[in-house]
């Protein structure tokens, strides 16, 4: 591992990758459980509703016992905007840059067509273990959903985010990635790919701006959040990263400029989610925070690396199956937490989602890949 570190040629080594995807999934999986607790604060993920800052500010002000579960709940989402910006950064390094993160041999870019369905594929993979073994729980727990065949089509399809009013479309809630990553491959392929950088910052400046207009809750800014547009600005900044962050490592930097960077990227990240258009550009600021916080581990001591890392980069290369299982595991213990028991069914919750995103894994490895010929 710590050779990985040392690799200069690459911004982004896999261990770090990895212990990105670690933190993002630790923080989606733990934010999918706290938020369904009645009394914690509630997030602004897919609308902006000023009530939810303001109970935020009076946990903050009278701080009790459940203070870490109201804030995983209103900001753990910020998990996805890393997903979204360390996929669009290893498009980069396999499209556009043969394999590494610096500029060099191009890759061949294979026809539309082919290049979708590769990933389609590659998604409905993961989906269909985690999507089957979801519906056998729901219908075995109270509260089971009532699928129509449109659901379930639209499931399978990854089109479920264009059907009107998706919050009552898409059970489990988390699968609406799904959809959201399809769209944003389709976009990288036809739109971005190998494009000059002006394609990319006019469509994140776009969608950010047309965000900003809308009603903060109504219907309208519910479903642009819920397809590509919402999550077009830490795509970009994930494109835009692997093709030109070398530039901004030139030079030696120590470990206090990135912890320095990483604390103020914390502190806009908290100060723009008070106001409804700093909101746009709150997963901005969580890309920056990200990359600094593997910056600094990588300036710490050698021998400090592994105790610190060991945990994210293994959660990091289970993340995708702990994606797919973490809502059956919810549906199962949400219950206890709901009772009065919040830490010990958080705890079983965590537990139970790590064991089987393993066998998850595990099964997932033994089916087929799609190949990209």
């Not at 982004?12 to 459980?33: Q, T």
């Not at 494109?239 to 470990?255: Q, S, V």
């Not at 890309?287 to 916080?293: G, K, P």
């Amino acid at each position: 591992m710590n050779a990985t570190y040392d690799n200069r040629q690459q911004l982004l080594s896999r261990a770090e990758c990895n212990i990105l995807r670690g933190l993002a999934i630790l923080g989606i999986v733990l934010h999918n459980y706290c938020h369904w607790l009645g009394p914690i604060v509630k997030e602004n993920e897919y609308t902006y509703d000023q009530h939810n800052v303001d109970v935020l500010h009076q946990v903050l002000s009278h701080p009790d016992g459940c203070l870490p579960i109201h804030l995983l709940s209103f900001f753990g989402h910020y998990g996805v905007p890393v997903f979204l910006f360390l996929s669009a950064y290893g498009l980069v390094c396999k499209y556009e840059h043969g394999g590494s993160a610096t500029p060099g041999g191009h890759a061949p870019l294979p026809p539309a067509p082919r290049f979708i369905a590769y990933h389609y594929l590659k998604l409905f993979k993961m989906m269909i273990v985690g999507f089957v073994a979801f519906t056998v729980v729901d219908a075995m727990t109270p509260g089971s959903w009532h699928y129509t065949v449109t659901q379930i089509l639209a499931q399978f399809c990854m089109v479920n985010n264009v059907l009107p009013d998706p919050d009552h479309q898409i059970w489990p809630g988390p699968y609406w990635f799904f959809g959201l990553m399809l769209q944003l491959y389709i976009v990288y392929r036809l739109v971005l790919a190998r494009r000059p950088w002006t394609y990319t910052v006019v469509l994140m400046a776009v969608c950010v701006l047309l965000q900003m207009v809308m009603e903060p809750d109504g219907d309208t800014m519910n479903r642009y959040r819920y397809n590509f547009m919402g999550g077009m600005l830490p795509f970009g900044l994930g494109l835009l990263y692997a093709r030109y962050g070398h530039r901004l490592h030139t030079g030696p930097r120590g470990g206090w400029a990135y912890a320095c960077l990483l604390l103020g990227s914390c502190l806009l990240i908290y100060l723009c989610s008070l106001s409804f258009y700093l909101w746009a550009l709150v997963p901005a600021f969580v890309c920056t925070a990200s990359v600094c916080a593997v910056r600094w581990l990588a300036a710490w001591p050698a021998a400090l690396h592994a105790p610190v890392t060991t945990v994210p980069v293994w959660m990091g290369q289970v993340s995708a199956a702990l994606f797919v299982c973490h809502p059956i595991l919810r549906k199962v213990f949400i219950p206890i937490s709901r009772g009065g028991d919040i830490y010990t069914g958080l705890l079983l919750y965590i537990l139970a989602s790590i064991c089987v995103g393993w066998l998850f894994r595990e099964v997932m490895k033994k089916m087929p890949n799609p190949q990209l010929k």
